[in-house]
């Protein structure tokens, strides 16, 4: 039974670019969030998907934007990269959002570097 | 707003001493609880949750947390650390109907042979 798997593993940018994060939830699950993990730092929340629709947002810009596909699977996107957008970015897949009973899986994230 | 408060930044501690990791929270409500482990390049594992009911909550690889709503805190403890434990621990909250967790900023486990 896979969990959760992010692609790519690593990706360097430059300023100014866009980038494109896929997730693929663990099998069962409908729902995914994202969060960003700055160097030393916790986890932060981005967005959260369920029935292709963001259901919830954190704190960011609008340069940060998701899709959610009819299978589950996800992608997260940015805009206009900047060198504060470095960072690991983590995938988590659970079963109805919402409900904090049901575990939320971690991917090994994306580690997105700026130069 | 939620927070989470994990006041040491890093911790080192020897093979087969005992571990207690802090965490601090601030919330209205009776909130919902967790603890995480990251190894080095890897995502994030689940070690326990606390919902309600018994404040003691026993979770994977021996360890246990306790929820204390006075101290508005709930420590993460095990009683014989082992090597393989060196990694960054999480402590994060959640409340009923939001949908995203609230992280500490996490604290380093070293663990001397």
């Known amino acids: 039974d896979a969990g959760v798997t992010q692609s790519p593993t690593h990706l360097i940018k430059t300023r100014g670019q866009q980038v494109t994060l896929r997730c693929s939830p663990k099998?069962?699950?409908?729902?995914v969030s994202w969060y960003q993990q700055a160097l030393g730092q916790g986890p932060q929340f981005i967005f959260q998907?369920?029935?292709?629709?963001?259901?919830q947002r954190g704190n960011f810009p609008d340069r940060f934007s998701g899709h959610q596909f009819p299978n589950y699977s996800s992608e997260l996107n940015v805009n206009a990269l900047l060198l504060g957008d470095s960072a690991l970015y983590l995938c988590?897949?659970?079963?109805?959002?919402?409900?904090?009973?049901?575990?939320?899986?971690f991917g090994d994230g994306t580690r997105l570097s700026i130069l | 707003a939620q927070s989470v408060t994990q006041p040491d930044i890093h911790i080192t501690v020897s093979e087969g001493a005992s571990l207690e990791l802090r965490c601090n929270y601030s919330y209205g409500a009776t909130p919902y609880l967790f603890w995480y482990v990251q190894s080095p390049g890897q995502g994030l594992q689940l070690l326990l949750k606390y919902f309600s009911g018994d404040t003691l909550v026993q979770g994977i690889k021996g360890f246990e947390a306790e929820f204390k709503r006075s101290q508005s805190s709930f420590n993460l403890r095990k009683p014989s650390v082992h090597w393989s434990d060196a990694a960054e621990y999480f402590c994060?909250?959640?409340?009923?109907?939001?949908?995203?967790?609230?992280f500490g900023s996490g604290t380093r486990l070293q663990v001397q042979p």
């Open positions: 998907y369920y029935e292709e629709e963001e259901r």
């Open positions: 988590a897949s659970s079963f109805l959002p919402g409900d904090l009973n049901q575990p939320q899986h």
């Open positions: 099998s069962g699950h409908d729902t």
């Open positions: 994060a909250v959640g409340s009923a109907g939001r949908r995203a967790l609230t």
